[in-house]
T-cell receptor
């Protein structure tokens, strides 16, 4: 089954510093990977996705992610963190079952805290 | 607002009662998903509709759960004889296109508390 793992429950970073939120995947076939962010009392918001092509994917709010096939990773990055980036981040992989509508299989999430 | 909407946002009920949630997807989206999210976990897939057809139900969806999407528009998720273990955030998402390569747009969720 397609799955992702987020090894860190929480990541702390100072404002202005670069941030990385880690994600590794396990799939059969090609991986289709997504990052979402969840703010309190709000739904999940799409950040970016990797389908094919360049290994560096650029997304919303200055975020980017690097797809690494050899390390089966898809880490989320941002060069300079903002306090407003503090939220819960989810990595997800597209399921392989057509009848699920290729639903998303999510990791357990990583809480990002950016301190002033 | 043309995003995905869900109603109610919060529901508190007593064990054994029935509850129904509604999801209004983005109007042109043919794909509709229900997920459940518990504290400290990522969302877990419950069921999927393509237009009005319910194509797959997760094993998480016991016989007490039923979902519909009449006319391929809004969807409802009903839980009968609620149990405390049903307490969770229920998320609805919609998307457009083939093969699930487009992003899913999520609603704000319905938080269910079963006392």
């Amino acid at each position: 089954a397609q799955s992702v793992a987020q090894p860190e429950d929480q990541v702390n970073v100072a404002e202005g510093n670069p941030l990385t939120v880690k994600c590794t995947y396990s799939v059969s076939g090609n991986p289709y990977l997504f990052w979402y962010v969840q703010y309190p009392n709000r739904g999940l918001q799409f950040l970016l996705k990797y389908i094919t092509g360049d290994n560096l994917v650029k997304g919303s709010y200055g975020f980017e992610a690097e797809f690494n096939k050899s390390q089966t990773s898809f880490h989320l990055k941002k060069p300079s963190a903002l306090v407003s980036d503090s939220a819960l981040y989810f990595c997800a992989v597209r399921a392989a079952r057509p009848n699920s509508g290729y639903a998303l299989n999510f990791g357990k999430g990583t809480s990002l805290l950016v301190t002033p | 607002d043309t995003g995905v909407s869900q109603d109610p946002r919060h529901k508190i009920t007593k064990r054994g009662q029935n509850v129904t949630f509604r999801c209004d997807p983005i109007s042109e989206h043919n794909r509709l998903y229900w997920y459940r999210q518990t504290l400290g976990q990522g969302p877990e897939f419950l069921t999927y509709f393509q237009n009005e057809a319910q194509l797959e139900k997760s094993r998480l969806l016991s016989d007490r759960f039923s979902a519909e999407r009449p006319k391929g528009s809004f969807s409802t998720l009903e839980i009968q004889r609620t149990e405390q273990g049903d307490s969770a955030m229920y998320l609805c998402a919609s998307s457009l296109g083939l093969a699930g390569l487009n992003e899913q747009f999520f609603g704000p969720g319905t938080r269910l508390t079963v006392l």
